[in-house]
């Protein structure tokens, strides 16, 4: 019986031992952990390139209906050579080379129509938003061809272009004369095919890792040719009579802007 017993305990003992002596087998709690975790992120190159700028401009529009309207009431030809002034915001968020461009110009009063009760003026704005194309870039020097839409507002005001006005109060008072202006309103669309060349003057330069920054400033000349649709203006009412003139012809600007341009290499990035 002291030997059966004996023996039980030392099995019992011997058991114990092993299982104390075993390793536990480890198990992952969680998301399992691979190579590719302990791989830092990879920052993907982009550009930035923003430019903002003046625009002066002239543009063709053949008026020669408008003209023979004005010309059956005694007044001398419009010009069509018309000229603007505006602001412009071209854009380049990509590696590609494409831009993104707006524009919107008012339209300045030239050649007045001079008749015998008064004078006439017109004036042709244009909003423009478009897309370009970098076909080559060389120094500093860029050739650009852009495809937008156009809106363009018309105007033409019809003056009395009184000579005789007062000079003095007491004249102003007993006849103060008259200055009665009338405008008439209309617009087209249309759609541009254009060329634009611009020379960047880089001012400066800061690189901080992988990020390029350069400020420039941006002289460019700008030219196309527009397909409009015909603007109108109402003659009389009874009858219905109207007087309608083209929109398209050509276009040429000058521009002067400021540039902001970011560039970031592809680099890896530390954890």
């Not at 370009?132 to 495809?147: A, C, N, S, V």
């Not at 521009?255 to 970011?262: N, S």
Request: charged share 15%.
């Amino acid at each position: 019986m002291f030997l059966t017993t004996t023996r039980l305990l030392l099995l019992a003992f011997s058991i114990l031992t092993y299982v104390a002596q075993a390793q536990p087998i480890p198990v992952p709690l969680g998301r399992v952990a691979n190579d590719g975790d302990a791989r830092p992120p990879v920052r993907r190159p982009w550009t930035h390139d923003v430019t903002t700028y003046l625009r002066l401009g002239w543009q063709n529009m053949p008026v020669d209906a408008l003209n023979t309207e004005l010309a059956q009431n005694g007044f001398s030809a419009l010009s069509n050579q018309l000229r603007t002034v505006g602001l412009g915001v071209q854009m380049k968020i990509s590696q590609l080379p494409l831009y993104l461009h707006t524009e919107v110009n008012t339209g300045l009063s030239t050649g007045a129509s001079r008749g015998p009760t008064g004078m006439a003026r017109l004036s042709v704005g244009t909003l423009r938003l478009g897309m370009g194309y970098r076909i080559w870039r060389k120094d500093g020097f860029q050739l650009i061809p852009h495809l937008g839409v156009m809106l363009m507002p018309t105007k033409l005001r019809i003056s009395n272009g009184q000579l005789n006005a007062p000079t003095t109060l007491s004249a102003a008072l007993k006849n103060p004369g008259a200055s009665q202006t009338t405008q008439l309103n209309t617009s087209a669309g249309a759609i541009d095919l254009g060329l634009t060349a611009n020379y960047r003057f880089s001012i400066q330069r800061i690189y901080d890792d992988c990020t390029t920054s350069e400020r420039a400033l941006v002289l460019a000349l700008d030219g196309g040719y527009r397909i409009g649709t015909r603007p109108e203006f109402l003659v009389e009412t009874d009858p219905i009579r109207r007087v309608v003139f083209g929109s398209s012809g050509w276009y040429i600007g000058v521009r002067l802007g400021a540039a902001l341009r970011t560039d970031r290499a592809k680099s890896s990035a530390s954890l």
